[in-house]
């Protein structure tokens, strides 16, 4: 069982390399903070994971595993940890799969290795070689399912887009149902004192009725569809017209604030608004298409096809040029005066209702003070351009 490739020297040195390159990697594409701890807090536990099961790593292997392989596994395993840990929620059914998997692989493996009697040596080197081997299997079964875990994770949030979706079914035909006062019931859980009460899923519920109220004002002729998934700091969604969805940040959903996830949502769908403004205005002929009340469609139509996009506020001039774009100002004028109407739409109702207690105050105040937020700007945009 001794397999040493390396000098004990270059084990550790490869070892925290390794370590080194996969926490950049993660960070990058993956990290997340722990539920209910800070982003720092969070950091520290993953760099705790990492250390702790890399130096148990080493104490056990440094004296006959010192490979490559021994390395790679040993660095895997703390991510694997980690993903469990923030993503479990997020996609629970694969998450239990992997883990049940991973449970019933290494029992096997300790049955088997347990169960086969070896012939030589003596009963001190049996020992020691079953405990090796069992080491050996535990390490790389471990390995195999933070391995597989994460690449399940990469294609569901960057190929699939999505880390959860609603179960509310997004509308292909719009009337009277999807109007605010036919779907109060709902409405009214974007109160803040109900909507911090409400699950993950359930609060996708919400929103994806809210597109489709939204969808039905704006006289969309196609279901939009919304997700969450891990998008970049400070961006809060955008719309993808190819396939009409809205993708939004689970930071967003999760962060409590229904004014600023209300906000996003409708700036999303008034984007899907224009998109339809755009489809229409470019089916006419020349003509037609040079008439002063299309001329909001012929600038969105420009904007679309050349859009201007602001991922991170580091280039001033870079966000300004996004900022300043007619099809982001009218997003945003749009988006504020749509919450408002909510609010006060949820206000009426509940005075009509009987409700006189303290908390029927201002809800456009109470917009206004919670979307005012430290370290902005926050970005929703538009995912593709269009093509001509």
Aim: charged share 20%; with cysteine.
């Amino acid at each position: 069982m001794n397999r040493n490739m390396l000098s004990v020297r270059d084990y550790i040195i490869e070892t925290l390399l390794w370590a080194i390159a996969a926490f950049v990697w993660y960070q990058n594409l993956f990290f997340t903070n722990i539920e209910g701890k800070t982003v720092r807090r969070s950091n520290v536990i993953l760099v705790g994971i990492i250390a702790v099961i890399i130096a148990v790593n080493i104490i056990l292997t440094v004296s006959w595993n010192r490979t490559s392989c021994s390395v790679v596994a040993s660095v895997l395993i703390p991510y694997g940890v980690y993903a469990y840990i923030t993503y479990a929620k997020y996609t629970p059914g694969v998450c239990r799969i992997i883990l049940w998997a991973a449970v019933g692989i290494c029992a096997l493996a300790l049955l088997c290795i347990f169960a086969v009697r070896l012939h030589t040596g003596s009963r001190r080197k049996r020992v020691i070689r079953k405990a090796r081997m069992a080491c050996s299997a535990l390490r790389f079964t471990g390995a195999a399912a933070s391995t597989t875990l994460i690449i399940c994770l990469f294609c569901n949030g960057y190929v699939d887009a999505a880390l959860f979706s609603p179960d509310e079914k997004p509308s292909s035909s719009y009337g009277e149902e999807y109007t605010v006062a036919a779907n109060m019931d709902t409405v009214l859980l974007l109160q803040e004192e109900e909507w911090l009460d409400l699950s993950l899923e359930k609060r996708m519920d919400v929103l994806q009725c809210i597109c489709n109220i939204e969808g039905n004002y704006l006289g969309l002729n196609r279901e939009v569809h919304i997700d969450a998934s891990k998008l970049e700091e400070n961006l809060l969604g955008f719309y993808k017209d190819s396939d009409s969805s809205i993708q939004i940040s689970t930071d967003l959903v999760e962060s409590g604030n229904p004014y600023e996830t209300l906000n996003a949502v409708c700036h999303e769908m008034y984007h899907a608004g224009q998109a339809r403004y755009i489809e229409i205005f470019e089916s006419l002929d020349e003509d037609a298409q040079r008439s002063y009340f299309l001329y909001d469609a012929s600038v969105y139509a420009n904007e679309f096809r050349n859009y201007k996009r602001a991922r991170t506020a580091d280039d001033v001039s870079d966000y300004l040029e996004y900022y300043w774009q007619r099809c982001e100002q009218d997003a945003r004028g749009y988006a504020q005066k749509a919450v408002t109407d909510y609010y006060n739409r949820i206000l009426e109702y509940l005075e009509q209702n009987g409700n006189t207690s303290d908390k029927l105050v201002s809800y456009n105040q109470i917009y206004r003070r919670r979307t005012t937020v430290k370290g902005g700007p926050f970005i929703c945009h538009i995912a593709e351009k269009r093509k001509p």
